[in-house]
């Protein structure tokens, strides 16, 4: 099979890892990625991927669009939102949004990838999870409840989480955490960014 990707580094090599053995084609300007019309599939990891037109093709179209819904954006039928953070692409299993057509399943098992669909809503479900997750370390920061090591370390023996909420926070990228926090907390107040992630994220710029 033969695949058409937008990505970064590490999500380049997360993804190629899924199937070493198929044609993978990495492409570097976002005007030339649709240009091959013999790809069986079309992968945009970039934070970005929302931003383009897919329109022209027919196959499946992944994206990492944690923030927008399908419905928003207007997107054709064959796009499917993917859970593209940082660290999930290497997982076994996807978390989707959108029709996963037989064309999208046969992609998905060629790849070794279960997948599980979630409502077309902002940040799926992980997302959500994690952002408010993430946000409430920052509260407990800026309430100096302790470090962000040693909160880090607290969750892990607490809850057996593989990795802390500042770690996540700065794999992912606290910029993507901020953009989901602010358009879920445009509906749900209890979403709105704490005081210590928005200075953070203001230091960091």
């Known amino acids: 099979m033969k695949f058409i990707v937008l990505a970064d580094d590490q999500r380049w090599e997360a993804l190629r890892a899924t199937a070493p053995e198929a044609e993978w084609i990495r492409v570097k300007a976002g005007d030339s990625f649709m240009e091959d019309q013999g790809a069986d599939a079309f992968f945009n990891l970039l934070d970005n991927s929302y931003e383009m037109d897919y329109s022209n093709t027919r196959v499946p179209v992944f994206i990492n669009a944690m923030v927008f819904s399908l419905s928003e954006l207007k997107m054709p039928g064959n796009v499917i939102r993917v859970n593209g953070w940082q660290g ?59 470090s962000e090591a040693d909160i880090d370390t607290a969750m892990k023996l607490g809850t057996n989480y593989p990795v802390g909420p500042f770690e996540w926070s700065r794999r992912i990228g606290l910029n993507n955490i901020d953009s989901l926090l602010k358009k879920l907390s445009a509906k749900d107040p209890r979403y709105t960014a704490a005081p210590a992630l928005e200075k953070e994220l203001m230091i960091s710029r």
């Not at 998905?108 to 370390?137: C, F, K, S």
């Open 88 to 146: 999930f692409i290497e997982k076994p299993l996807w978390e989707l949004a959108g029709k996963i057509t037989r064309e999208a399943r046969a992609i998905l098992q060629y790849l070794q990838r279960q997948y599980i669909t979630v409502p077309d809503e902002p940040g799926l479900v992980t997302g959500r999870m994690l952002a408010m997750i993430i946000n409430e370390a920052f509260y407990a920061k800026g309430d100096e409840v302790s």
